[in-house]
Structure formats: structure tokens, C-alpha cells
């Protein structure tokens, strides 16, 4: 299934090859050993996501290659992913019960921090609890006490703001009203949610929804703003630089996932030939969406064919911006986390010296024993994870 190109999804897909290949030319981490993947795009749909989960199951069985390159080529040893908790939920309930682990970079929901329903679910983010927390402490600070709350109707907004209100409740904060909606709703529906704004008496909307449900609500909104109002964010739309074409939202704060550094990274996203882009069909529709021309295809009325003349180092884009890597340092992190788990199952390390049995059959179920206990630092970042599969929580706090 095709989607619309993503430029961020495309970074954070790029970011993962990025690390792939750096682990595969380590002499330290997994010497000898190359990894392998796969990169399917589930287009924020549960339904695609569960028909990739079932894919990776059907390559359980060990297929033998003949040749030295690969062993057990497919077996699938630990999945990354996904960006939504909803789509997480529905592959760790799949690929769960075949102790295949699934490392999130996205997925925030504090539900999933529950081993008896998701025991191979682990994320390099934190959970939403910690946030819910921490907003409810910055309204409190402020010395806010009359709110209005719009969430996603999905697991991550639902979850998140019900986490969020029994928090504020304790601190003694009052809620004139609570909203969700979703971004396929009808439209009666969003307006529906943007009046209750409109027409409140509370001047703090604390927002708990992802950025394409929010980017449906502020554009409803823009068409009749309403009186000034101070905007508070959840992690999944604070620092998304398409919000500030809202003038309305200006001042937001919230809290958002540590800004980090991965060094060589932009080299990596902006090494794009035109071999390499005419041979994959989603850099195709990235180049072609990036530069509004045709690459190898007949132009209709209207378009023009790209020439050579187009420039990815001077393109402004969520795909080549590398000023503040956030999410995609967790993709990074989980990729880092998943190969040290390997490591510890195949590898010996005894002083100076790394032994890897380059045909020692192994299991995700190893890998998921190994993963509980990965404890490491990457470009100065520590990667490990408690009982509940969850990282330490650290965010910034973004005005």
C-alpha cells in the first residue's frame, strides 16, 4: 500500500539505515555480523500494520541461503516501531505471542507499559504518564486553575488525557470542558470541538493529540479564531515547526523529547544519487514532491521534468532538517538497542577482545531476554530499560 510521502517519517526510515550501517561497519559492536531489514510503511492505519505484523511472522520459519553472507535470513530477530501507540498495540498483540520484541520510538501510551498484556513491547521514549504528570505540575505553577482539554480520540490521546486530568485533579486544577476527536471524523464533528473553544470561559487549552489530528482542528479554528488563548502541548505536536503557520498558537508551551546531535547523520540523509533515487519508488515521490517536477516519467500538463538542476542541499524540509533531532534519536537508540541485544546473545567479549559466533542460531525470544537487560551510551545518550520495558524520562521544556 502506497501513502502520501511523509518528509519526517522519511528521516526517522533513513535514520534507521543510518545506524544499521553503522553497526555493521563497527569493529566493537556485532564484528563480523551484519544486520539486516525491512522498512514497510503502515500509513498510520492499524489495519496495514497488523497485515505487515503477520508478514514478518510468515518469514519465521528459518529459510538457508546458500553462501556465507546470511544465516536464518528469515528469521525476523526484533521489529522498530511504531509511531502510534494504537498501531503498537495491535503488532505487540501479534507478534507478542512469538516473544518477538518490538522497540518503539513513538508510541507514548502509558497502557503500554503493561508486561501482562504487551511482555515484548519496549520504547525509547517515555511514557505518557511522566508527561501527564509534568503538565499538570506546569499549570499548577502558573497558578492556572480554570482549563479547557482537547485530546486525540485514539489510544495515545485518550490515555494520555485521562492521565492528565486525574493529575490535575490532584492538584486541585478545574476542567470546564473535555474534547476529543479524530482527524477522519466529519467534519461537524471538528467544528463541533472548535466551538466549545470558541465559546469557553477557560483561557488555558491544554492539547493532547498528535499533529495530523490537531493541524485538522487548528485550520477549523483559523477560519473564526478564537479570543487569545495560552495553548499548552503534549510531545507529539510541541516542536512540530508546521504549527507556527497558526499566528493563534503563538507562546504554546509544553514538553517535548530531548533535542540531541547524531553525528554524520545529515551527511548520510543528503547523499542522495540519482540512481539511488530513481530505484527506490519512495525517494521517487520525495524528490518529486520536494522539487514540484517528474523524475523519468511523462509529464502531464502543467509539470515539468526534473532536469538535474534540482539541489537537495539547499531544499528546506523536515527530511534534511537536522537543527533538532528529537524523535529520531529514538529511532536511533532503539536500532543501537536492538543490535547490543544481539550482541549479548552471540558475542564474548573478554578483555581487549570481541568473539562472535557469526553462525550461532539464535532466537527473538533470546533477544528479548537480552533486551531487559541492554544498558549502554550512544553519542553520550544512555539507552537502557526498566521492568516495565520504559526508558528514564527526560524532557525539555518548549516555549
Known amino acids: 500500500m502506497m501513502c502520501s510521502i511523509d518528509h519526517h517519517e522519511l528521516q526517522l526510515s533513513h535514520a534507521m539505515v543510518f545506524a544499521i550501517e553503522e553497526i555493521n561497519n563497527s569493529t566493537e559492536l556485532l564484528p563480523g555480523i551484519n544486520l539486516g531489514y525491512q522498512i514497510h510503511d503502515s500509513c498510520a492505519a492499524v489495519p496495514v500494520a497488523v497485515h505487515v505484523a503477520f508478514q514478518l511472522l510468515n518469514s519465521l520459519d528459518p529459510v538457508f541461503v546458500t553462501g556465507d553472507n546470511c544465516s536464518q535470513s528469515g528469521m525476523v530477530m526484533a521489529v522498530v516501531g511504531e509511531s502510534g501507540s494504537t498501531q503498537s498495540i495491535s503488532i505487540s498483540r501479534v507478534i507478542g505471542s512469538f516473544d518477538i520484541p518490538l522497540v518503539s520510538h513513538f508510541a507514548t501510551c502509558a497502557c503500554l507499559s503493561d508486561k501482562q498484556k504487551y511482555p515484548s513491547f519496549f520504547r525509547t521514549i517515555p511514557s505518557d504518564q511522566f508527561q501527564a504528570d509534568a503538565l499538570a505540575k506546569l499549570i499548577k505553577h502558573f497558578g492556572w486553575t480554570w482549563i479547557g482539554a482537547v485530546c486525540s480520540d485514539s489510544d495515545y490521546g485518550n490515555n494520555g488525557m485521562a492521565a492528565f ?212 551510551s550512544q553519542n553520550g545518550y544512555a539507552v537502557s530499560f526498566d521492568a516495565n520495558g520504559d526508558p528514564v524520562a527526560s524532557y525539555e521544556l518548549i516555549n
Not at 290 to 303: H, I, P, Q, T
Not at 304 to 327: A, H, K, N, V, W
Not at 349 to 363: E, H, L, W
Request: hydrophobic share 40%; net charge neutral.
Open 165 to 376: 486530568l486525574h493529575a490535575a485533579q490532584k492538584e486541585g486544577i478545574c476542567v470546564e470542558y473535555s474534547e476529543s476527536f479524530y482527524r477522519t471524523h466529519p467534519h461537524s464533528r471538528i467544528k463541533r470541538v472548535a466551538d466549545v473553544i470558541r465559546r469557553s470561559t477557560a483561557l488555558i487549552v491544554v492539547v493532547f493529540t498528535t499533529s495530523g489530528d490537531l493541524r485538522i482542528l487548528l485550520e477549523e479554528l483559523s477560519r473564526e479564531p478564537s479570543p487569545p488563548r495560552q495553548w499548552i502541548g503534549s510531545e507529539s505536536w510541541v516542536t512540530d515547526s508546521d504549527m507556527l503557520r497558526f499566528s493563534f498558537c503563538a507562546g504554546t508551551i509544553g514538553f517535548a523529547i530531548q533535542r540531541s546531535v547524531i553525528p554524520g547523520l545529515r551527511d548520510f540523509l543528503l547523499d542522495l544519487s540519482p540512481s539511488k533515487v530513481a530505484s527506490s519508488p519512495v525517494l521517487t515521490e520525495f524528490w518529486e514532491d520536494s522539487f514540484n517536477c517528474r523524475l523519468g516519467k511523462v509529464a502531464v500538463a502543467g509539470e515539468r521534468m526534473c532536469d538535474g538542476s534540482e539541489d537537495i542541499m539547499t531544499l528546506q524540509s523536515p527530511y534534511t532538517d537536522t537543527s533538532e533531532l528529537r524523535i529520531t534519536n529514538m529511532v536511533y537508540k532503539a536500532v543501537y538497542a536492538i543490535a547490543h541485544a544481539i550482541h549479548n546473545a552471540v558475542c564474548q567479549d573478554t578483555n581487549a577482545t570481541t568473539r562472535c559466533g557469526k553462525f550461532t542460531t539464535i532466537n527473538p525470544k533470546q533477544v528479548l531476554a537480552q533486551l531487559k537487560t541492554v544498558n549502554f
